[in-house]
């Protein structure tokens, strides 16, 4: 039987559509690469490589904005395939697209007792700075926003 996360059921499908979008943009990219004759022997190289050689194919059509949302685009798709999540907030800052935290603590249980958890999770949800190490991750400083979701892990596991 799986073990159940809240984490994966609230983020491993958009996550998956995210994914399967980047690698949609690959596909089109290698597909319009193997079209055109000069640059079908990049179809299957290095997605850079490909980036490179169309921008430089259609440079008459696409104006150096449209180059650097290419290559910025290609960069996001990276971050998110990889699961580099504060990386690729970057780079949709670098395309113009303004981003929101997504509101998630990590609460770490080193020794779970019910009491312990309790007593965290309450002070994570407290907009208040907490006395218990808690690490407060996708929170702007100063916000005093309480986290819509909680992560808790414990060895391994995480809920």
């Known amino acids: ?11 491993l499908k ?8 980047g690698a ?8 319009l690469a193997g079209a055109i004759p000069a640059l079908q022997r990049y179809a299957h190289g290095e997605l ?12 008459a059509l696409l104006s150096d904005e449209d180059k650097e949302t290419l ?10 395939l990889h699961s580099d999540f504060r990386a690729a ?7 113009g697209i303004d981003t929101t935290p997504g509101g998630v603590v990590k609460i770490d249980l080193p020794e779970p007792t019910k009491a312990e958890a309790s007593r965290k ?13 808690i690490r407060r991750t996708e929170l702007p400083a100063g916000s005093g926003k309480s986290p819509k979701n909680v992560v808790i892990s414990v060895g391994s596991a995480r809920f």
């Not at 159940?4 to 059921?9: C, G, P, W």
């Not at 958009?14 to 979008?21: D, T």
């Not at 999770?121 to 190490?133: M, Q, R, V």
């Open 121 to 133: 999770i309450l002070a994570a949800l407290e907009p208040k700075i907490s006395a218990f190490p």
């Open 71 to 80: 290559r910025l685009c290609r960069q996001l798709r990276n971050r998110v």
């Open 24 to 31: 949609a943009v690959e596909l089109q990219m290698r597909l």
């Open 14 to 21: 958009p996550y998956k559509e995210a994914a399967g979008e």
């Open 89 to 95: 907030r970057d780079k949709l800052r670098e395309l």
């Open 48 to 59: 850079w490589e490909i980036e490179t050689d169309l921008s430089a194919h259609f440079a």
């Open 1 to 11: 039987m799986p073990i159940k996360s809240l984490a994966l059921e609230l983020y």
